[in-house]
C-alpha cells in the first residue's frame, strides 16, 4: 500500500510537470513564441513605407505578410514602423526605443546597406540581387525583438 501511494504521488508530480512544461513557450493559436520568457511581448509589429505612408508588410505570429517596396540600385527606400507591446502602441524615439534593420543570418551579403535613425531606417540598393533582412525592435540599446527575416530585392536603376 505504501508503495502505491509512493507511485502515485510521483506519477502525479510527473503529470504536474509535464503539463506546465507542454504549454510553456506555445501561444494560444499554437504557435511557438520565441519570446515566451519576457514579461513583454510584441503584439503588432507593421512596416510602413514612408514613401506613401502606407503598411507595406506585418508580422502575423512567425512570419510576414506583404513584402518591401523594391528598391533600385543605388536609391534607398525610408521605411518606418508601428509596434505594439501588450497591445500598447510603442513610440520609436530613437532613444529608449529604436528600430533597426540588419541582414538575416545566412543572408546574400553586398545587396544593400542600411542606415539607421531610430524612429525609422533607410535601405539601400547596392547591387542588383535578392537578399533577406531583420527587423529588430531595439530596447534600451538592447535587441529586445527580432522579427522573422523577409525578403527584399533590389532592381537596375532607372
Not at 509535464?18 to 519570446?35: F, P
Not at 542600411?114 to 535587441?143: A, C, M, R, Y
Request: contains cysteine; glycine residues 10%.
Amino acid at each position: 500500500m505504501k508503495k502505491c501511494l509512493v507511485l502515485k504521488v510521483l506519477l502525479l508530480s510527473l503529470m504536474l510537470l509535464v503539463s506546465g512544461c507542454a504549454e510553456e513557450g506555445v501561444t494560444a493559436d499554437g504557435h511557438y513564441d520565441r519570446d515566451h520568457d519576457h514579461d513583454e511581448e510584441i503584439t503588432v509589429f507593421e512596416i510602413i513605407d514612408r514613401s506613401g505612408d502606407e503598411v507595406t508588410a506585418y508580422v502575423h505570429v512567425d512570419h510576414w505578410h506583404g513584402d518591401l517596396p523594391e528598391i533600385s540600385f543605388g536609391e534607398n527606400a525610408s521605411l518606418g514602423a508601428y509596434l505594439e507591446e501588450d497591445g500598447e502602441e510603442v513610440e520609436l524615439d530613437g532613444d529608449h526605443h529604436a528600430l533597426d534593420v540588419a541582414l538575416a543570418e545566412g543572408a546574400e551579403e553586398g545587396i544593400v546597406s542600411f542606415d539607421s535613425h531610430g524612429d525609422h531606417v533607410h535601405i539601400i540598393g547596392e547591387q542588383e540581387g535578392e537578399t533577406k533582412v531583420v527587423f529588430q525592435f531595439i530596447h534600451d540599446g538592447n535587441v529586445e525583438y527580432e522579427t522573422p527575416p523577409l525578403s527584399l530585392v533590389v532592381i537596375e536603376g532607372s
